[in-house]
């Protein structure tokens, strides 16, 4: 059975508002950890549903350059997963009912214990964890593990999926799906590759969780074009970290630009029928 996280109410508030979610993915501890706690709250503040949380790692494969810089950074500030955990237990504290998940690599999984790695994750209210290198042939001990300790194990749906493989994404994946609407990394292109159309309905009618869309997330048009695909949001994370990169760490611009490009990205989610009600996450 899968346990029951955050996501799911999410989810049934924003159908019922006609909304899809938009979800930033961010780097732990980048651009520093005082600063990434003021750029989660501006996000949050300017209408983030969930969030999605990276461990900064030496080797991120399924990263482009953008995200790849984050963990270098973050990194050179002295993260480690410890004070990942710190950070990601101060963000459920603050925003109890936000639903927090981790993109994570195996290594980080693997390197002591799965056992250990998901006992931290539930110690500090994480949601759910993705593990962007592990094989869905190889993922039914993880997704166990993960569901022992309150965890929805995310698993992801790539666009060349075969049948088999959105069976065991729909049997053993929680909290949502993660479909990439192209191949390659993160950060690349500007917008989706292919039409995720089918791939999602597809996921629908084999009972899987809602499918949010990442990979080439690139702004407002890019999270409209993905909603009309039927996906129950998008995730945007190069297109943010680089634009907080650029504004500079500390600078009052890189809060505000966060808060006014994270407007117009979920704006972006909603339906015109939605008559651009809005919600926000209440501390």
Same mark, same amino acid.
Request: proline share 8%.
């Given at each position: ?12 508030? @924003? ?10 993915? $961010?780097? @732990? ?7 990434? $706690? ?25 990263? =482009?350059?953008?995200? %790849?810089?984050?963990?270098?950074? *973050?990194?050179? +500030? ?8 710190? $950070? ?12 927090? =998940? ?18 931290? *994750? ?17 993922? *039914? ?13 995310? @698993? ?13 994404? #729909? ?32 996921? !629908? +009618? ?5 499918? $949010?869309? =990442? ?5 407002? %048009?890019?999270?409209? !074009? ?33 808060? +006014?490009? #994270?407007? %117009? ?11 651009? #009600?809005?919600? !926000?996450? !209440?501390?």
């Amino acid at each position: 059975m899968r346990p029951s996280t955050r996501y799911e109410p999410m989810f049934a508030r @924003l159908s019922a508002a006609r909304e899809g979610a938009f979800v930033p993915f $961010l780097m @732990l501890g980048d651009p520093g950890p005082e600063h990434f $706690l003021e750029v989660v709250r501006a996000l949050v503040e300017a209408g983030a549903d969930a969030l999605e949380l990276g461990i900064p790692f030496s080797d991120p494969v399924a990263d =482009g350059p953008v995200i %790849q810089a984050a963990a270098v950074r *973050a990194l050179a +500030r002295g993260m480690t997963p410890s004070r990942c955990w710190e $950070l990601a237990s101060h963000c459920r504290a603050t925003w109890p009912e936000l639903p927090i =998940g981790l993109l994570v690599y195996a290594n980080l999984v693997l390197h002591e214990a799965p056992e250990r790695f998901y006992t931290s *994750a539930h110690g500090a209210g994480v949601d759910s964890v993705l593990i962007a290198d592990l094989p869905i042939a190889e993922s *039914a001990d993880a997704c166990r593990t993960a569901e022992e300790h309150g965890i929805a194990p995310v @698993l992801i749906a790539p666009p060349n999926a075969t049948e088999e493989t959105l069976v065991r994404v #729909a049997e053993r994946g929680g909290g949502y799906t993660y479909v990439v609407a192209r191949e390659g990394v993160t950060g690349e292109g500007a917008a989706p590759a292919r039409d995720a159309t089918a791939l999602i309905a597809r996921l !629908r +009618r084999l009972g899987a969780p809602p499918s $949010l869309v =990442g990979f080439g997330i690139r702004g407002p %048009q890019a999270v409209r !074009r993905t909603m009309a695909m039927g996906a129950a949001g998008a995730i945007v994370g190069s297109a943010i970290i680089e634009r907080m990169a650029r504004a500079g760490e500390g600078s009052p611009a890189m809060v505000t630009g966060m808060a +006014r490009y #994270a407007e %117009q990205l979920k704006a972006a989610t909603r339906s015109p029928r939605s008559n651009g #009600a809005r919600t !926000r996450h !209440r501390e």
